[in-house]
């Protein structure tokens, strides 16, 4: 899409030569749920993966993905990234730790480099949809291409 203003993120995918199709879409400020964004194109929950940042006792952010449809268990991501415990960051930390919004924040292009855990759900699709570092826009990529630019390990999240 020429018209689509190019993000970090999607320029960060352009010079890694990773495809991807950028999609537009209008929002809500009140309403940043990624459900509107599934309902919105029509595509399942599970192809629709929203970006949580954390952090952990020693300071560390990490970022974590998952279905919109599912919720974090901080449990089994701390564990997952061999750490005590982890706690979802305040989203007035957001912007600063990462370089994104809250409804814009999107695993690829973020301020730093920070460790990153996919939930296991991306191994039964065939494509997924993350934020591409703006509210109203979608990055749709290959879960391999995500997982491998992204550096991510994937494994159990979700409750």
Same mark, same amino acid.
């Given at each position: 899409?020429?018209?689509?203003? +190019? ?7 352009? +010079? ?7 999609? !537009? ?24 993966? +929203? ?8 300071? !560390? ?25 982890? !706690? ?51 990055? +749709? ?19």
């Amino acid at each position: 899409m020429a018209d689509v203003k +190019k993000t970090n993120a999607m320029r960060m995918l352009d +010079k890694e030569g990773i495809p991807y199709e950028a999609m !537009e879409y209008e929002y809500d400020e009140n309403d940043l749920d990624g459900h509107h964004v599934a309902e919105y194109f029509n595509i399942p929950y599970e192809e629709v993966f +929203k970006t949580l940042t954390a952090v952990t006792e020693s300071k !560390e952010y990490l970022v974590f993905c998952l279905s919109v449809d599912d919720e974090l268990d901080l449990k089994k991501a701390a564990a997952l990234a061999g750490v005590k415990r982890v !706690e979802l960051i305040h989203v007035k930390e957001l912007l600063n730790v990462t370089g994104y919004m809250r409804g814009g924040c999107s695993p690829i292009g973020m301020k730093k480099k920070y460790r990153t855990f996919i939930d296991e759900m991306i191994e039964l699709v065939d494509v997924i949809h993350v934020s591409g570092g703006r509210r109203g826009l979608q990055l +749709k990529l290959k879960p391999s291409d995500l997982i491998s630019f992204t550096e991510a390990t994937v494994g159990p999240i979700t409750f």
